[in-house]
């Protein structure tokens, strides 16, 4: 890991959101979006935000020019979240970074605190530390920050491949650190989680 890492956010909202019926990115939540609410617990954390989007990018671009992001689009989503990934980590290195904090469009974002925590946590942390990762009542989630070792192990993986086959294949180098932020592990995939969330995570 270098000496001083200097981050880009990441935010997967390339999706199709199906069993949503419309594009979880732009749900409403705290004054905004789960876009902007991405966007907005990323920006004190990195030096920059990309979002990567595909056939949505349009509709997306307005809140992205808000809040003084990048766009990146996935060409071919239909490959899976993966190759969106790849795509937000490619750009990651072209934009001369070589660190990022990565999260999903299709949940409630984060604490501002949790993700300075986690990169708090990577900066901190010995050598062979390619990534931190959130855990709350014994579940991984989201943001995940990982250093170029980690960004170049997604980048070389196949086309196939899984972000979790990947972890699993570098699980020595992975540092999980215990947060006290439910949201990191806050999943919404239908119009009935989204309304159960919004009943139990108080707004703010």
């Given at each position: 890991?270098?000496?001083?890492p200097s981050f880009a956010?990441?935010?997967?909202?390339?999706?199709?959101?199906?069993?949503?019926?419309?594009?979880?990115?732009?749900?409403?939540?705290?004054?905004?979006?789960?876009?902007?609410?991405?966007?907005?617990?990323?920006?004190?954390?990195?030096?920059?935000?990309?979002?990567?989007?595909?056939?949505?990018?349009?509709?997306?671009?307005?809140?992205?020019?808000?809040?003084?992001?990048?766009?990146?689009?996935?060409?071919?989503?239909?490959?899976?979240?993966?190759?969106?990934?790849?795509?937000?980590?490619?750009?990651?290195?072209?934009?001369?970074?070589?660190?990022?904090?990565?999260?999903?469009?299709?949940?409630?974002?984060?604490?501002?605190?949790?993700?300075?925590?986690?990169?708090?946590?990577?900066?901190?942390?010995?050598?062979?530390?390619?990534?931190?990762?959130?855990?709350?009542?014994?579940?991984?989630?989201?943001?995940?920050?990982?250093?170029?070792?980690?960004?170049?192990?997604?980048?070389?993986?196949?086309?196939?491949?899984?972000?979790?086959?990947?972890?699993?294949?570098?699980?020595?180098?992975?540092?999980?650190?215990?947060?006290?932020?439910?949201?990191?592990?806050?999943?919404?995939?239908?119009?009935?989680?989204?309304?159960?969330?919004?009943?139990?995570?108080?707004?703010?």
């Open positions: 890991m270098p000496l001083s956010g990441v935010i997967l909202a390339a999706g199709s959101s199906t069993r949503m019926g419309r594009d979880k990115a732009l749900l409403p939540w705290r004054d905004g979006t789960f876009l902007s609410a991405g966007i907005r617990m990323l920006r004190p954390v990195t030096e920059l935000v990309i979002v990567v989007a595909s056939g949505n990018a349009a509709e997306l671009t307005p809140i992205v020019n808000a809040h003084a992001a990048f766009l990146a689009v996935n060409p071919d989503p239909q490959r899976g979240q993966f190759s969106s990934l790849q795509v937000g980590l490619q750009e990651v290195l072209n934009r001369g970074r070589d660190a990022a904090i990565v999260t999903l469009v299709d949940r409630p974002a984060a604490e501002v605190a949790t993700a300075r925590q986690l990169r708090d946590a990577f900066l901190s942390a010995d050598d062979p530390t390619w990534a931190a990762v959130p855990e709350f009542g014994g579940k991984h989630g989201h943001p995940f920050v990982i250093g170029r070792e980690m960004i170049e192990a997604f980048l070389r993986a196949p086309v196939g491949a899984t972000a979790r086959e990947i972890e699993h294949a570098n699980q020595q180098h992975i540092r999980y650190i215990p947060v006290s932020d439910p949201l990191v592990i806050a999943n919404v995939d239908t119009p009935e989680d989204f309304e159960r969330i919004r009943m139990e995570i108080p707004a703010q």
